[in-house]
Nanobody, 125 residues
Framework: QVQPAESGGGSVQAGGSLKLSCAVP????????MGWYRQAPGKERELVSS?????????AASVEGRFTISHSHDNGRAIAYLQMNSLKTEDTAVYYC?????????????????WGQGTQVTVSS
């Protein structure tokens, strides 16, 4: 069972930084990529950033230039990161990590099939 687990959320003042982590035991980010989503109160969940299996990264226009997605595999642990700089009050949301479902030896689902529980990010003015 693929189960992402986010960490690193918290409270910060506008202009500050936070780094979110997403641990996914047994997952290979370079095979299936991953995504970071967020959902603010009263709003729909939105895609913040993603990586694809060919290594392409994408960002929402609202975070371009401020957020950076990356991942690593250390000692068998697959961890994705979202470095968030120059945070704004409108970045306040619950942030979720999502990964695709590996299929067979080399394929992946097109949709994000496995989601973490989320981590709260609160940016105050």
């Amino acid at each position: 069972q693929v189960q992402p687990a986010e960490s690193g959320g918290g409270s910060v003042q506008a202009g500050g930084s936070l780094k979110l982590s997403c641990a996914v035991p047994g997952y290979i980010f370079s095979r299936c990529g991953m995504g970071w989503y967020r959902q603010a109160p009263g709003k729909e969940r939105e895609l913040v950033s993603s990586t694809s299996r060919d290594g392409t990264t994408a960002y929402a226009a609202s975070v371009e230039g401020r957020f950076t997605i990356s991942h690593s595999h250390d000692n068998g642990r697959a961890i994705a990161y979202l470095q968030m700089n120059s945070l704004k009050t409108e970045d306040t949301a619950v942030y979720y990590c999502a990964v695709r479902r590996p299929i067979g030896q080399t394929s992946c689902s097109s949709e994000f099939a496995h989601w973490g529980q989320g981590t709260q990010v609160t940016v105050s003015s």
